[in-house]
Nanobody
């Protein structure tokens, strides 16, 4: 079983940047697609970004494309989300998650394809 712990959230002004980290423990995540999701107040959880097990493929929601960058360091068992040009509408709790099947990014944008989740980290963007 894997444990995921997010960090790096906080309060930032619009236009600013934050880098989220997701540290995994318990076993390696190197063979799994990893994803970032977020949930804003009063809204459903939504896909943000995903990265294949090797890091060779990345996927982004249209709302964050060009502003956010997902990466991973399998040697450190860690996944990152670099967020630039933040907007108020990016305010949410951000969660990392591990895909339920190894070596495949199938349906990477669907929360039901992920079976391990972190506790989340709050990102608040002020105007």
């Amino acid at each position: 079983q894997v444990q995921l712990v997010e960090s790096g959230g906080g309060l930032v002004q619009a236009g600013g940047s934050l880098r989220l980290s997701c540290a995994a423990s318990g076993r390696t995540i190197s063979t799994y697609t990893m994803g970032w999701f977020r949930r804003a107040p009063g809204k459903e959880r939504e896909f943000v970004a995903a990265i294949s097990s090797s890091g060779g493929s990345t996927y982004y929601a249209d709302l964050v494309k060009g502003r956010f960058t997902i990466s991973r360091d399998n040697a450190k068992n860690t996944v990152y989300l670099q967020m630039n040009s933040l907007k108020r509408e990016d305010t949410a709790v951000y969660y990392c998650a591990q895909h339920r099947s190894p070596y495949t990014p199938i349906n990477y944008y669907l929360p039901r394809e992920y079976d391990y989740w972190g506790q989340g980290t709050q990102v608040t963007v002020s105007s």
